[in-house]
């Protein structure tokens, strides 16, 4: 059902992939900051948990981020196969994500982590063929 | 300390599979059925809104968000991910027999890679031990 041609294809592919990244490190470090979800509602209940979410600088940059990165998957899926698309970009935001967790989220990434997004990376671009 | 999961912190990445998986195929199913959007014709997105199929994705998806950031909380995020992934071999799955795309014997091999990699990274620690705080680090 492809019917756009491979440049554009990959274009779309590559910016789900990009702003996922940055969303997905945006989000993970604001859960880190704010702390484990479900001490903090067993202490102030649902609405507190979800206050303590919505109100951090970070996570709203990472919904922004994830929101374009959503509005691009859309625009993707109607052009692309589901079965290029969700694990082509998906594939690259593995690699891309451990490489940023390491970077900006001090992770450690160690050689099982590695492994495993590097499997599942290859299983993905597996997928897509 | 060597950070395990409980039962129910194994449900909510298991809420996170599913969830990921079925709101991506519905929202491919409504995709389809609205059309191909372009540059030139954005605001079919909007009307794409309107769809049941991409509303019910939509849904699914927002259920998604929680429980992903309920795991982000307690996990890393280079645990999280790849063990949340096996949502894209119930996607291959979901894409073969319900919106009959075909699966090569290629998909399956990457079927299975993805099956190991979730087994290698579901065996270590969840969460990174800090000396610092992260709030601090980052």
């Known amino acids: 059902m492809t019917t756009v041609g491979p440049v554009e294809t990959w274009a779309t592919i590559i910016t789900v992939a990009a702003t996922a990244i940055a969303g997905d490190v945006f989000t993970a470090g604001a859960m880190r900051r704010i702390g484990d979800l479900d001490e903090i509602r067993a202490h102030s209940g649902l609405l507190g948990a979800i206050k303590a979410v919505t109100g951090s600088g970070m996570f709203l940059l990472g919904v922004l981020s994830m929101a374009l990165s959503f509005f691009t998957l859309l625009f993707t899926l109607s052009n692309v196969d589901v079965s290029l698309a969700a694990p082509a970009s998906a594939s690259l935001t593995f690699i891309g994500n451990a490489a940023a967790a390491k970077i900006f989220l001090h992770e450690n990434v160690d050689r099982r982590r590695w492994m495993a997004a590097a499997l599942v990376c290859a299983g993905v671009a597996l997928l897509t063929r | ?138």
């Not at chain 2, 996990?75 to 073969?96: E, H, K, N, Q």
């Not at chain 2, 079927?111 to 979730?118: D, H, K, P």
């Open chain 2, 1 to 138: 300390m060597k950070h395990t999961l409980t039962p129910q912190r194994y449900l909510i990445l298991l809420t996170v599979i599913l969830t990921a998986s079925f709101g991506d195929t519905l929202l491919s199913h409504g995709m389809k059925q609205v059309g191909p959007v372009s540059g030139h014709n954005l605001g079919l997105l909007l009307i794409a809104l309107k769809n049941p199929w991409v509303i019910a994705g939509i849904l699914l998806l927002i259920g998604f968000f929680a429980s992903y950031l309920t795991a982000l909380s307690w996990a890393d995020l280079t645990f999280v991910l790849p063990s949340t992934s096996f949502s894209y071999v119930i996607v291959a799955l979901l894409s073969r027999f319900w919106l009959h795309e075909e699966i090569s014997i290629y998909r399956w091999l990457g079927i299975l890679l993805i099956v190991g990699g979730v087994g290698f990274v579901a065996r270590g620690p969840s969460l990174t031990e800090h000396t610092i705080p992260v709030s601090e680090a980052l």
